[in-house]
């Protein structure tokens, strides 16, 4: 099965920058719809971005668009999340996440439920 492994977490100061990394292994379908989704204590789990690995596609919710930015990286087997211009609410345990897009009525979405394989998640802590 598909495992991912996020590292890049920590702490940082308001309007700072961070990166984060998903490793992938154990890839068994041919595409993937990749996420990243934050939780923090109390709240829902919310999606941050993704990416279609079909067309490239990204997307973003209002609440970071214009911040963060997702990329990937084929070679490595690693998708990233750029976060520039941390915010305190951006405060939350970071997971990725993917769910398999070969069929053709694939689609992209951050709803949580339609992700099936998921990271045990890494800290951002974001402080004045």
């Known amino acids: 099965q598909l495992q991912l492994v996020e590292s890049g977490g920590g702490f940082v100061q308001a309007g700072g920058s961070l990166r984060l990394s998903c490793a992938g292994s154990?890839?068994?379908?041919?595409?993937?719809?990749i996420g990243w989704f934050r939780q923090a204590p109390g709240k829902e789990r919310e999606g941050v971005s993704c990416i279609a690995t079909r067309d490239e596609t990204t997307y973003y919710p209002d609440s970071v668009k214009g911040r963060f930015t997702i990329s990937r990286d084929s070679t490595k087997n690693t998708v990233y999340l750029q976060m520039n211009n941390l915010k305190a609410e951006d405060t939350a345990t970071y997971y990725c996440a993917a769910y398999g897009a070969d069929a053709s009525s694939w689609y992209v979405t951050l709803r949580p439920n339609e992700y099936d394989f998921w990271g045990r998640g890494t800290q951002v802590t974001v402080s004045a």
């Open positions: 154990g890839f068994t379908a041919d595409h993937y719809v």
